[in-house]
Structure formats: structure tokens, C-alpha cells
């Protein structure tokens, strides 16, 4: 989908870290756009988007999913009869990808939380540069390195989510 106007499904995942003294969110510097982003990638044709973000974040970040937990809202529906349940999204947001605002993504985005390092390796051809970032890191950082809506969702996650949700084991 790379025609003006078009625009991809995506699957990302906010990632902390609130086993130190200031909770901090993991963001790597994508190779294409030279920006720091959450993990996440495309929804493929043969996949919902939540079997998109666990492919990602194990590709990307080397994390194990057995070191991860989930953020879900407290209220929430916890079963649904005749349909698989998904996992209650951070946010399900449209924005533009490309600088010149001719690509989209709506893009589904999870929280997730760690206590440690990931115990892997990205795969091969992703990216390295992986950062851990307090939001005073985030905030502090210039829109040519983080886009707004992903400081804007870092800011949501770390002050309003973190306490307020529930940490869910993944099944």
C-alpha cells in the first residue's frame, strides 16, 4: 500500500522497564526513517494484529515472550463467546509514516512490561541501537528523533497506565 492515500496495518509494542528506580520505555532507531520507534512491524495477510506484535518484539528486541508481561485495563471483557478474545490495545491510532505525509499506518499498539534485559538478540538486519528512556528522556528529545504521537503515548503509558492497568502473564 504505497500509493498517496493508502495505508498499512501495523502492530507495535511499548515495552518498560519498571524494575529501576524510574520506570523507562525501550525504543530502537529504525533503520529506514533514522528515528527512535517502539518495536512493531506490518500485519501480515495471515495474521491478527496481536500474533503480528509477539512475532515483532521477538524479532526486534531478542526478548523471550516468557520475560514479558502484558498491561490490560482492569475492566475489561475477559471472555467472548464464538470469537478469540484479543488482548485490550494501549492505543489504535492513524498517522502518517513518511515525513512528506503521503503513507499511513494505523497502527494497534500494546504495553507490555519487563524486568529485565531481553535474554536474545534482534534478528539479523534489525536494528541494534536499542535505548531505554525515562519520559524526561523522551520529552526532552527533539521531533526530528521521536514523533509527537510516540511521546504523546510514552507520556499516557508512564504516568497514567503504569498503576492503574493490570500486569497479565501472556498465554
Not at 491478527?48 to 475489561?76: C, F, I, M, N, S
Amino acid at each position: 500500500h504505497t500509493e498517496p492515500g493508502q495505508h498499512d496495518h501495523t502492530a507495535s509494542a511499548f515495552i518498560v522497564r519498571y524494575d529501576q528506580e524510574t520506570p523507562k520505555l525501550l525504543l530502537h532507531m529504525h533503520k529506514k526513517l533514522g528515528i527512535l520507534l517502539q518495536p512493531g512491524g506490518h500485519v501480515e495477510l495471515t495474521e491478527t494484529p496481536w500474533q503480528a506484535v509477539l512475532h515483532e518484539v521477538r524479532e526486534e528486541t531478542g526478548y523471550d515472550l516468557a520475560q514479558l508481561k502484558l498491561l490490560q485495563p482492569k475492566v475489561r471483557i475477559k471472555t467472548l463467546r464464538g470469537a478469540v478474545l484479543h488482548p485490550q490495545p494501549l492505543v489504535h491510532n492513524t498517522h502518517h509514516f513518511d515525513p512528506q505525509g503521503t503513507h499511513k499506518h494505523s497502527d494497534i499498539s500494546y504495553a507490555f512490561v519487563a524486568d529485565g534485559l531481553p535474554t536474545g538478540m534482534p534478528d539479523e538486519g534489525e536494528s541494534l541501537d536499542q535505548r531505554w528512556m525515562s519520559l524526561e528522556d523522551i520529552q526532552a528529545a527533539p521531533s526530528s528523533v521521536i514523533y509527537d504521537n510516540v511521546r504523546d503515548i510514552a507520556a499516557f503509558l508512564l504516568t497514567d497506565v503504569l498503576g492503574a492497568w493490570e500486569v497479565v502473564e501472556l498465554s
